[in-house]
Nanobody, 126 residues
């Protein structure tokens, strides 16, 4: 079983950047697809949307269309950590960002994720 802890959220002005971290423990991220999801304020948990995904199995990455070109996902196997670099932040990016792990898979579908972190809040001011 893997435990996930997100960090790096905060308040930032539009146009700024943040790097979110998802530190894993209890298992190696090499065996998982690790995804970043976000839940906008006032939205139900069922409306959590996938932002990006990286597979520890084959190294593939995936981005939601809305974040392509601004978000970059990466992983550091030595630190057992997955990062999400967010550039050119927009007020619409305001959300709680969660990382989640899908054991033995290469994709990150919300209902298929096995383990979740508690989230980190990103607030973008205009």
């Amino acid at each position: 079983e893997v435990q996930l802890v997100e960090s790096g959220g905060g308040l930032v002005q539009a146009g700024g950047s943040l790097r979110l971290s998802c530190a894993a423990s209890g298992d190696t991220i090499n065996d998982y697809a690790i995804g970043w999801f976000r839940q906008a304020p006032g939205k139900e948990r069922e409306e959590v949307t996938e932002v990006s995904c990286v597979s520890g199995i084959d190294g593939s990455t995936h981005y939601a269309d809305s974040v392509k070109g601004r978000f970059t996902i990466s992983s550091d196997n030595a630190k057992n950590t997955v990062y999400l670099q967010i550039d050119s932040l927009e007020p619409e990016d305001t959300a709680v960002y969660y990382c989640a792990a899908n054991l033995g898979e290469t994709t990150c579908r919300y209902y298929a994720m096995d383990y979740w972190g508690k989230g980190t809040l990103v607030t973008v001011s205009s």
